[in-house]
């Protein structure tokens, strides 16, 4: 009897920490949709020029003269990181690509997988680009997402 009443008290302290964490969960990333919806589309400096002017720390895991990749500050896989350009040149987004953006957004790529390697991404990653406001885009600085590390699901939100 004393078992059952420990087991039933061990599910529900469970089911309180998991909803703990659902809550959280579901609160992360309700405000992240917000940061990205309150976020207005702009060629202005973001905060990744500090970052990449080294105004604002970050931790750099891949850096040569045109491309710099860093861990993002609010992680949301154990690999995280965001591959940006140096110079922006009009790309706040992919959606403003132009014939002239397809060497750097190769590279981009290519540095993706480059930093995919080193972070020992062996059994796969993903990599995603917001844009704009029903992507959930929040900075206007082209960036990829190398997310990994974990089963990701299918489909996103
Ligand atoms: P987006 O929502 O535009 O696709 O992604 C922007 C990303 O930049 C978000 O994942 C956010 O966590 C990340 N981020 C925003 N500000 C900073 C910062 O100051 N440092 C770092 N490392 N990441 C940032």
């Not at 990333?29 to 020029?49: R, Y």
């Not at 500050?73 to 690999?79: F, G, K, L, R, V």
């Amino acid at each position: 009897m004393r078992s059952g009443t420990g087991n039933d008290d061990k599910s529900k302290r469970i089911a309180v920490i998991s909803s703990h964490f659902a809550t959280h969960k579901a609160s992360m990333a309700s405000s992240e949709k917000e940061a990205a919806l309150s976020a207005v589309p702009s060629d202005s400096p973001t905060i990744f020029d500090k970052i990449i002017n080294k105004e604002i720390p970050s931790k750099v895991v891949f850096e040569d003269d045109q491309v710099l990749a860093f861990r993002d500050i609010s992680p949301q896989a154990p690999t995280h990181i965001l591959i940006i350009p140096k110079v922006k040149d009009g790309l706040t987004g992919l959606s403003k690509a132009e014939e002239r953006h397809i060497d750097i957004l190769g590279r981009l790529l290519y540095t993706a997988k480059l930093v995919a390697k080193q972070e020992g991404l062996d059994d796969g990653f993903r990599i995603v680009i917001n844009d704009g406001p029903d992507g959930c885009q929040s900075v206007y600085h082209i960036h990829l997402h190398l997310l990994g590390g974990r089963q990701l699901n299918w489909p996103p939100g």
